[in-house]
């Protein structure tokens, strides 16, 4: 069969639009979209014949076409983000969306997202409020800070201060500060959109506190210190704290600016982690205005925090970058409820998913892996199932040395390799994201909750009969 007997075996869209499998797909889809896959996959058979493709390989396309056009239609409308169940162990995972919400809270935020809210309008006064007001006295509450601005993330944050306080104006920063962050984000470039001339200081090991003192010029207008979340210079070294810097900064009359990333409110030392610099201790120590993420060590969503002195904050309450760089609805109800929780450190601790992780026993989560182990077992899987000692982390950028001790239940099974079965895993319609231990398939089980496990023994069961085929 030559070309042109096989491009008049494609049907003419208006045909296939007619078939009762297409006309139903309509009335879920809507005619104009499925008009334009219909086109889409016509087109694929066109391109198949020029390719010079066999024939029956074109034939059998066009016999399937029905099938095809439905499962284009279902992949189209398959949302690209979904939820995923986490077991790498990495409670805060940048690419998993850091900091999971309590649920309760998500089911809160769900109604306020599908109906109107009184995000700017003030109930009590019946006028125009502001979204800042949900969560500022909050925030000055738990940090001891004047007032309080959320912006949409922790660069943004840092970049709103500089611009706003130290425009055209030199910012002192030690160069052992000099951070970069995830996706190639450094101190120096933010400070350079902020229009801040940076002024670096000291040495990459030692910074003392003259080395501030000789820095400071007329064009000073502001001291910035970075908390070095995501790494440590260890050995021989020695930085300058917030309050060694404050007589100088009061000298001068120009303010500290404090950007301490993870943002933590309880003292994680109290369980078994190493202390991480806490935002009511750098505002206690004397900065002026400090920065921290909402969405790492404090558990909630994505926002750039910014607490301190209201003569800094009012400031850039009022920069125009301020509207560009603002919190959404989404953002701002879930941040409430989250810094609620806080009222109560107990109530903290137990009911935001990364500080219960964090602080959750290693025979707890043994507890839970040993649960999964057995569910697997009764299921008399082609496979073993092991408990494996492992080490979690806490990640997004907080306390990189830090390890917490956990249990993994690892998947040896001689019909599906570590490789090809991590690739399954993640081809499910909730994937389950889990890590390599000596070579196996495991899934760490700190970051998986007790109610995902029936899901889990479902899907390994489902996955290890489909490697059978």
């Known amino acids: ?23 139903k797909l309509e009335e879920r889809y809507g005619r104009s979209c ?15 014949i020029g390719e010079s493709v066999d024939e029956t390989d074109v034939l059998k396309a066009v016999e399937q076409l029905p099938d095809s056009i439905s499962k284009s239609l279902e992949l189209l409308y398959t949302p690209n983000i979904r939820s995923v169940i986490n077991g790498t162990g990495t409670i805060l995972h940048t ?83 000099l951070v970069e962050i995830g996706g190639k984000f450094r101190i120096p470039d933010v400070m350079e959109q902020s229009g801040a001339v940076l ?46 810097l404050k007589a100088i900064a009061k000298e001068h009359e120009i303010p500290i600016i404090e950007d301490l990333g993870s943002g933590a409110l309880v003292d994680l030392s109290k369980y078994g982690i190493s202390h991480e610099p806490m935002v009511q201790e750098a505002i206690c120590g004397g900065a002026d205005v400090v920065c921290f993420s909402g969405d790492k060590l404090l558990g909630g969503p994505q926002a750039g925090i910014i607490v301190g002195r209201k003569c800094y904050i009012n400031k850039m309450k009022k920069a125009p970058l301020t509207r560009a760089l603002r919190v959404d609805k989404f953002t701002t109800a879930a941040l409430e409820m989250t ?44 496979a073993q199932i092991v408990l494996e000692a492992c080490e979690s982390q806490i990640g997004g950028g907080a306390l990189p040395l830090e390890k917490i001790s956990s249990t993994a239940v690892a998947i040896r099974s001689e019909i599906c390799s570590a490789s090809e079965m991590e690739k399954r895993m993640r081809a499910l319609p909730t994937p389950i994201i889990g890590r390599m231990i000596n070579g196996i398939w495991a899934m760490d089980m700190r970051t998986i909750e007790e109610e995902q496990i029936p899901y889990i023994v479902g899907s390994i069961q489902d996955m290890l009969n489909s490697c059978r085929i």
Not at 8 to 22: A, M, T, W, Y
């Open 1 to 23: 069969m030559d070309k042109n007997q096989l491009y008049r075996r494609i049907p003419k869209v208006d045909v296939l639009l007619e078939e009762d499998g297409i006309r």
């Open 34 to 48: 499925v008009k334009r896959v219909v086109q889409d996959e016509l087109e694929r058979v066109r391109i198949l």
């Open 95 to 177: 690419n998993l969306g850091r900091a999971p919400l309590n649920r309760e809270h998500a089911e809160r935020l769900a109604v306020i997202a599908a109906e109107y809210s009184n995000l700017e309008y003030d109930l009590q006064r019946g006028e125009r409020g502001e979204r800042n007001a949900h969560f500022e006295s909050l925030l000055c509450r738990l940090t001891g800070a004047e007032a309080a601005l959320v912006v949409n993330n922790n660069a943004a944050a840092v970049l709103l201060c500089l611009s706003t306080l130290a425009k055209s104006g030199e910012v002192i920063v030690s160069r052992g500060e």
């Open 199 to 244: 002024v670096e200081v000291g040495t990459t090991n030692k910074t003392h506190l003259s080395d501030y003192e000789e820095a400071i010029t007329e064009e000073t207008k502001a001291i910035l210190k970075v908390h070095t979340s995501n790494y440590q210079i260890v050995g021989f070294t020695e930085s300058v704290a917030v309050p060694e």
């Open 339 to 382: 810094l609620e929780e806080y009222l109560s450190e107990e109530r903290a601790m137990q009911r935001i998913p990364v500080l219960k992780m964090i602080s959750e026993m290693p025979d707890t989560v043994k507890q839970r892996a040993q649960k999964l182990k057995s569910q697997l077992e009764q299921q008399k899987l082609p």
